[in-house]
């Protein structure tokens, strides 16, 4: 919290410093130089909504990609950065005719390539919200924008060689989702294990109830077909 003995509200404090109301979440707050002139409108301000959190894609050289915002409603928005438009970003990631505009890349993907390098485990989210709890503990982990049900071949690509831990949601959707991820991931990775969390839904439902990284459940283990990765029970 903020506190600005001057204004009485922190609202004066915050623009001097150039940080909007959304800063003071738990989310990052991204490099100036990433951020475009309006940086607060959302498609659904117009309900009345407001932005809590933005999550920026990047590429190996750390170039942004994409972002994703979620907004206090926990609507989610993707847009790609656009230096013609007025606020530097475009709502849309694909054209009229429904081609893809920028590339696919999973969320954190400079820090997980130099956790791959170390050797380091990599954990696999449902959303960037469970992601950012994971790091917080002192693991890497990453997801794929938009959620559920949005995991690719692509994804996966970057993932050759390494140890994954699949956090799975407590939902039949979290369960096809975690599915999809193993299928990417076989002749891929080099060890996959598909656990969830002792409490509540995900990641973050875990860690607020006070449990730590090796109190997960291991919970699902598919039949590995020769050549796979192995699998944990």
């Known amino acids: 919290m903020i506190f600005c003995h001057k204004c009485?509200?922190?609202?004066?404090?915050?623009?001097a410093i150039g940080w909007s109301k959304a800063d003071l979440f738990d989310e990052p707050l991204e490099r100036a130089q990433d951020r475009p002139a309006d940086d607060t409108w959302i498609p659904c301000k117009e309900r009345g909504h407001h932005r809590v959190a933005q999550y920026l894609y990047r590429d190996e050289r750390g170039v942004v990609v994409q972002g994703a915002t979620r907004c206090n409603e926990k609507c989610f928005a993707q847009w790609r950065p656009d230096p013609a438009a007025k606020s530097g970003r475009r709502w849309r990631l694909t054209d009229d005719q429904?081609?893809?505009?920028?590339?696919?890349?999973?969320y954190r993907l400079p820090e997980i390539l130099k956790a791959i390098a170390n050797d380091q485990v990599i954990w696999i989210a449902e959303g960037e919200k469970d992601v950012h709890a994971l790091v917080d503990h002192g693991l890497e982990a990453t997801c794929n924008a938009a959620g559920a049900g949005k995991w690719t071949a692509e994804h996966a690509a970057f993932l050759k060689g390494a140890d994954i831990t699949i956090v799975a949601d407590r939902d039949d959707k979290g369960r096809k989702h975690a599915e999809a991820v193993v299928e990417t991931l076989r002749g891929v990775a080099r060890s996959v294990y598909v656990v969830q969390a002792r409490e509540g839904k995900d990641a973050y439902d875990h860690f607020a109830a006070g449990y730590r990284d090796h109190q997960f459940l291991q919970v699902w283990a598919p039949i590995p077909y020769p050549g796979d990765p192995v699998v944990a029970a």
């Open 8 to 15: 009485g509200t922190g609202d004066l404090f915050r623009e």
């Open 98 to 106: 429904g081609n893809r505009l920028v590339r696919t890349v999973p």
